[in-house]
Structures are given as C-alpha cells and as structure tokens.
C-alpha cells in the first residue's frame, strides 16, 4: 500500500490532511484561549506547558489507529463495516507521550471510557508501516511497531483495574479525583472539537485559509470577542441595585481567585438577577476566566423561552446560543428559521449543544447534573466544557429538596475545581441557605427602588373559603371579577383539572370577556402560541404592538386593546413575564406564593396608582390598590398535600403558610424573606436526602471507568443518577380528535398521513420532521387520567414506536376536552 493512498475519511480525506486540518484548528483554539488556559492552570495547580503538549500530542495521534489495512480496506467500501481505530491509536501516543490523561483523551474521543473497555479489542492488524512513520516524523515524533501489543492492551487494562480500587480514587486529593477527571476532559474537550470541526471542514471542503480562520472565529470566539459582544448588553437600561452590587464585588477582586468566587444572589421577581448574572459573565469573559456561559433552569419551558430573551433583550447572536433538554430536537425544527440559513444541520446543532460548546448555553439543571457523571455518552466533552464555564442556576426555590441537595453536591464540586458559578432566587430559606453560604458571596437586593423607596407592589388578601364550592364557583370569588371589568386578571390554581373548570364557568358567565387557558395539558405546538398571546397582551400595557403582533392575537380572537382574563395552573410561576392588574390564586406553599405574586403589578415599588406613576398605572381610573388575592382549598392542598400523603412535613408548610398569609402582611422583600424563614422551620427538611448515596457514589465511580447509561434524555431516562423525586410516570398521549391542516382528523388517520407524506418519511421510516410532526400534536396527562377516559383500556397505535391514543377531542382554547380529574400534571 503506497503512502498517498492512506486514508482518514471516506471522501478521500489523507490522513496526514487530517491531521494537520485538526492541529491546525487546535492550535487556533489554544490561541484563541491562551490567557483563559494558563489562568485555568494556575487556579488548579497544573502545569499549563504540560496541557498544551498533551492537546498537541493526543491530536496529531488520535487518527493513527486508521493505519491499519483493514481499516483502509472497509473506508473504501459502499456499505462499510469499520474496525476500532482509536485504542490503536493511543499505541502510538503511549510511546511519545508519558501523561495518562493525554492516552485517555485519545483512546476515548468516539467512545465513553467504562468499566467494560478494552474486554474485547482484538489486536489489530498490518499497519501502513512506511505511512505512519513518516508522518510522525514530519510532526517530530516517532514510533515504532515492535512494541508488545499484549504488553500495550495488558497496561490498559491494569491502569483500568487499579484506577477503580477505593484506595487510588476518591473525589478529592487522589490519584484518581476531580482534577485527574478535570485535567483528562479538558484535554478530551479540544481534541474532539478540533477533529470534528476538522472532518466539518473537509466535507464541505473548505480549502481557503482566510475562510477557516474567519469561521473559526465564528464558531468558536475568543473570550474578549465574545466580552466585546456583549459590551452593551445592559443596553439603555438604568442598573438597578442588584446588578450594580454585582458589579460592585467583582470590582473588589484583584485576583483570578477572587474574581472565580461563587456568587449567591437573591432578589425580588422583576429585578433583574438575569442582566446581574450576565453582567457577571461580562466582566469574567474580560479578565480571561470564562469563555462560556451556562445558563440551567427548571423546565423545558423555561429554558426554550430563554433562547428567545436572550437574543433579543440582550443582543446575543443567535448562532452563539445553544439549547439542550430532552425535547431539543423538536424545539430546533420548530424554530428552524430556512430563510436564514446555518453553518450546521439541525442534528448538528443538537450535538454541539449536547456538550455546551457555544459561547452561551441554556439548558435545564438536569443535563448539568448529568454531565457530572455518566449520565450520557459525551458527558466527559461536556464536563470539559463546564471547566471554563461561568454556571448561573436560577431559580433555585422552584427545586424539590432532592434536587436541591443535589445542586449543593453540584456546586462543591465546582467550588473545588474553582469554577465560578452564581446561585439565583427570589426566595430562599435558611435552611437552604446554609447550604451556600459558605465560600460565598453573598448579595441580597434591599427591596428598595433606585430613589431609594422600599418596594411593595401589592397587597395580600387572604379568602378563607375556597375557589369552587362543590360545583359551583364562590359567590367571592365571582364578585371580585364582576367588579374588575376593566382590568388584566391571573387566576391561578393548583391542578389543571380545575383550571378547566374555571375557565368553563367563566366562559359561560362572562361571555364578552377575553378569557385565555393555559396549562401543561396542551399540545406542545400550542403552548408558544398561548405563551405569545399572553406576552402581547401583557406588552400592550407598557409599549405599542406592531402589526404582526396584532394580527397574530386577532388570528386566535383575542384583542390588544381589551382587558383580559387568564387561567392557568403552576406553569405560570416562573415562565410568564407579564404584569397582571389582580391575580386570584389558590393557597400553595409560600414560596409558589410568592413567585405567584411577581406577576402583579411587576417591578414597581408602590401598591396603589396614586403613588405609582408607570404605564400600568395610568391607565387605571380613579384610586385602585394591586391585590393578590389567595382563597384557602380546604383540608387539603392538592398536589402538595394529598389525602395520600403520608408525612406531616407538607401539611406542616401549608398550615404554616396559611398563618402567614391571613394576616394579610404588607408584602416587601424583607418580610418575604422573614415570612419564608417562618414557614420553612421544620429541621427535617433535607433528612430524606443521602448526598453519598444519590450521587458521590455515582460521581467517584465515574470519575473514569465507570458505568455506562441505560437510558438516554431524550427516552425519558433517569440515566445514571436520579435528578429530580418524580412522582409517578406521565404518558404522551394523541387525542382521539383533534385540528389539523384547518380539519379534524382522528388520531389513526393522522398517523398514516404522516408516514405517507415524503417531507415526513422515507421508505416507512421516519426523519427528524416526521417524529416531531407526531410528538408536537401529544399531551401529557396521568396514567389514571388515561386510563380513566379509555374506560381502563389501554390504547394505542403501532408506529415508530407505541403511540398511546386517549378518547378525547383536543382544541386550542381548553384542551382535551371533559377532562374531569383531581390529579395536575405541571
């Protein structure tokens, strides 16, 4: 076999153009984050001379294992069947390189390292001999053949077997610890990325330099281009009190240590903890100590709505954010804009933001948490992205105490490796407290306004009967909206069941009035819609619409100009951002309470229109106090405390909740916080909790070598670690009956459409757009429900996997339809 006819790809890429296509775009990357890396080093005690041989070294060898003529052989074939290349390549690694990180990077960059690898590599055949030692020579190594194989794979697979001894491994201050993992996935994070921008080049064969360059440039910036990018993301906005104390902290560091200590940041809804976390990333991305910002919240919802603030509060391009949870993929398709055309497939995309590799990253604490282990196939990419990362978890309060906790096992672990990261919420117990406090710095808002005026937005009005009275709705309740003609109403409860109801009666009782239902039981393709209707309606308040916004709310009935009413359940504590005139809300804990209440009257500082002056205000005739309004639910307060529930803990924080909020206290951030201590007293509140069992275990095992995952996201799996106490499943469901194309259809035919549409499907298989055309038109509701509406039937339809089919019609406005259940899916 002649030199020249060493291949890399398929396409006919040489190895050696491989290589150097790959060092040529790793050199750039180390260019482009020389000043972040050292820092890096310094901050962890590493030699960073070291990293930058160990990238080189683990890059120019990484392909070597191609050199084999079976190898050579399959590439060229149609229908290729191809053998393992990177375990040999990392023979040839292993003879000029001493360091076992740069081995590991090499041997595991298209593959998870577990603690079944290596079990059954066979040893490889002839290698292109001549081939490779040329092209070592070239790059000024050498090797040789004549090495034991036995004795290379032997050495493997002990450094396997005694890496996994308890006495070699341990989270901290080991031969095998966090910084041993650290050290392995940064050096893995910078191969991967160079040989798989390398192999983009080559497809699309790119050949100008100036091109790459600038394209380079454009996937990957450098810190100080991306700090230049947002050097104006505050806009024309006045800072307000919490972000210029951010500020004010970071101006205080005179190190790269001190400028990595984590931040703990509480402040009121509508004060922009957002802008003060990014105005953080800002002054990190200055000073060399990030080149990414990762960005976690709790719901998909949440984090798909975050994409959009991103870019157009804050100006932040587009092509720079990445997104992942589990439902990624459909959230690409859906906002796939073909006109606009990108650098990247949309399978691509969901790669590259699998692993957070974008400058900006949004995703929820979920595939953070997973990414710690091996919760996912790239994990390890992941985690060496996180490395450089400023992580910002928001919305700390909305965490079961599972989850918290594991936030707390989340954020020790960035503390050691000295990532800086932020910690955000409006309210946060003591109890919770303690568990970031120390290490920490610590910025609580005031709750005064920038003329120094405390902020009370509204006022608390506590109902001791409930919402729905047997069948009917409480003449109190019905009073208040008989009387509030004229204003923008939030109603919300507790469970979708009765959001339904609601909206029923009031429909019937108010016909004229603009009533919109939102809840978790809509289809996903009509859950933005419902989310931009409401955020059009609420802008209107504030600033003019233009056209397209009026028209689109007119395309589903619903006018600007003209007060409205909303109904909806739980999904409205932390994913609408709108100001509500009054709001009308079940009893729930106080934290739900609280954030309930961040809807009302938003970011203003006085309760009445007679000391406040903002558009919401004005628009208001005579002298009108803002008031939430909260109506009792009785013995019990479902979901958060059932007749089932077994513990008093829940029934505790109710009753205490409940205390609090009859004596109607003046609501202020102060007495939000004092009322949250009150409330949340019982010492029991994380003894359910087992930090080493729920996730060091899982963590140390897979510091390297360690377990594979079962189950992916996107299948719903809890993977390697269990992030969230969910209780019980939630079936995706298509309703017997629903609109389609302007017609109804029922739920077989659909399905048959799709799979004979060709947009939607190649020879009986589905793509991308076919699977998300299904999934789209799915509700999710309780195994109870469904079985409760098939008469305890199970239904379903054999497609591209089991489609569950629920005897109900399904509309935009309400939902399924005679959906009558006690039970909330949130």
């Known amino acids: 076999m002649s030199s020249y006819e060493t291949i890399a790809k398929s396409n006919g890429t040489t190895l050696k153009e491989h290589t150097e296509d790959s060092l040529r775009i790793s050199n750039y990357l180390i260019a482009a984050n020389k000043d972040l890396l050292e820092n890096w080093c310094k901050l962890n005690k590493v030699d960073v001379d070291s990293i930058f041989k160990c990238i080189r070294s683990a890059t120019t060898f990484h392909d070597f294992g191609k050199g084999t003529l079976k190898w050579q052989e399959e590439a060229l074939k149609e229908e290729s069947h191809l053998p393992p290349h990177a375990p040999y390549s990392g023979y040839f ?18 593959s998870l390292l577990t603690e079944s690898s290596f079990e059954r590599i066979p040893y490889p055949d002839r290698f292109n001999e001549k081939y490779l030692s040329q092209l070592a020579n070239e790059f000024n190594y050498k090797i040789s053949f004549d090495v034991s194989w036995k004795n290379y794979f032997e050495n493997l697979k002990k450094f396997k077997k005694d890496s996994q001894l308890p006495k070699f491994r341990n989270k901290w201050n080991n031969q095998i610890d966090s910084k041993f993992k650290a050290k392995y996935c940064l050096i893995l994070s910078y191969l991967t990325t160079s040989d798989g921008i390398a192999s983009k080049i080559e ?23 991306i700090f230049n990018e947002l050097n104006e993301v505050e806009g024309e906005k006045k800072l307000t009190e919490i972000q ?10 005179s190190n790269i240590y001190e400028l990595s200590k984590p931040l703990r940041i509480e402040a009121p809804c509508g004060e922009g903890k957002t802008l003060a976390a990014l105005l ?26 975050m994409v959009q603030e ?5 100006g932040i ?11 990624v993929m459909s959230f690409l398709v859906e906002t796939n804009d073909e006109e606009q055309e990108s650098d990247f497939s949309l399978s691509s995309q969901k790669f590259w933001n699998l692993i957070y590799s974008k400058p900006f990253n949004i995703s929820t604490i979920d595939h953070l948490l997973l990414s710690l282990v091996n919760g996912f196939k790239f994990a390890p990419r992941a985690f060496g992205n996180i490395l450089n990362s400023l992580i910002i978890i928001d919305e700390l309060h909305y965490y079961d105490t599972h989850t918290v906790g594991m936030i707390k096992c989340l954020c020790e672990t960035l503390r050691h490796l000295k990532i800086p990261h932020v910690i955000m919420s409006a309210t946060i117990p003591n109890q919770i407290k303690e568990k970031f406090h120390e290490d920490y710095t610590k910025i609580q808002s005031s709750g005064k306004d920038n003329e120094n005026n405390e902020k009370s937005p509204f006022a608390f009005e506590y109902h001791n009967r409930q919402i729905d009275h047997g069948e009917m709705l409480s003449k109190e309740f019905l009073d208040i909206l008989d009387d509030s003609e004229e204003l923008n109403i939030g109603i919300i409860v507790n469970t979708v069941p009765k959001s339904k109801k609601i909206f029923t009666e009031l429909k019937q009782r108010f016909p004229e009035r603009q009533i919109l239902l939102y809840n978790s039981q809509f289809m996903r393709k009509d859950r933005p819609k419902k989310e931009k209707i409401l955020r059009i309606l609420g802008k209107n308040v504030f600033e003019d619409l233009d056209d397209e916004e009026i028209e689109f709310c007119s395309e589903y009935g619903f006018d600007p100009d003209d007060p409205f009413i909303f109904v909806g359940t739980q999904v409205a504590e932390i994913s609408l951002n709108i100001s509500f005139d009054l709001i009308l809300s079940d009893l729930a804990p106080l934290d739900a309470l609280i954030q309930r209440g961040g809807r009302l009257h938003r970011k203003m500082s006085f309760n009445n229109n007679k000391d406040c002056k903002c558009p919401q205000c004005k628009r208001l005739d005579g002298e009108y106090i803002y008031k939430f309004h909260i109506f009792d639910t009785g013995e019990f307060c479902y979901p958060y405390y059932t007749k089932e529930d077994d513990t008093e803990f829940m029934k505790e924080i109710i009753e205490n909740t409940r205390n609090e909020i009859s004596r109607k206290p003046k609501f202020t951030f102060k007495n939000s916080i004092e009322m949250m201590d009150r409330v949340y007293k019982n010492e029991n509140l994380f003894s359910d909790f087992n930090a080493n069992t729920s996730f060091w275990e899982a963590y140390k095992e897979d510091l390297i070598f360690g377990k594979r995952p079962v189950k992916n996201e996107e299948d719903g799996g809890q993977l390697r670690i269990r992030t969230r106490n969910i209780e019980g499943a939630v079936f995706d469901v298509l309703p017997q009956q629903f609109e389609y194309e302007y017609d109804y259809i029922q739920a077989e035919d659909f399905i048959n459409r799709i799979y004979k549409d060709s947009k939607f499907s190649r020879k009986g298989n589905l793509n991308f757009e076919g699977i998300n055309e299904i999934t789209k038109h799915m509700v999710k509701i309780s195994p109870r429900q469904y079985y409760k509406m098939n008469n305890g039937k199970d239904r379903h339809f054999e497609a591209y996997r089991l489609i569950k089919i629920v005897c109900a019609e399904y509309n935009f406005e309400k939902g399924l339809i005679d959906l009558e259940d006690q039970e909330s899916i949130l």
């Open 317 to 327: 391009p587009r092509e720079w954010i990445g997104v992942y949870h589990s439902e």
């Open 203 to 225: 497809e699309e064969n790119l050949l100008d330099k100036d091109r790459i360059s600038n394209t380079l440039k454009k996937w990957f910036p450098s810190p100080q281009n």
């Open 93 to 110: 690694l292993f003879q000029n390189e001493n360091d076992i990180c740069a081995l590991l990077a090499c041997i595991s960059h298209h």
């Open 244 to 253: 210029r104390n951010v500020l004010d902290e970071l101006s205080k560091s």
């Open 280 to 305: 953080a990333g800002k002054e990190l991305l200055k000073q060399n100590i990030i080149n990414k910002v990762i960005f976690t919240l709790p719901t998909q919802v949440t984090t798909n709505n």
């Open 310 to 314: 991103f870019e157009e509060e804050y």
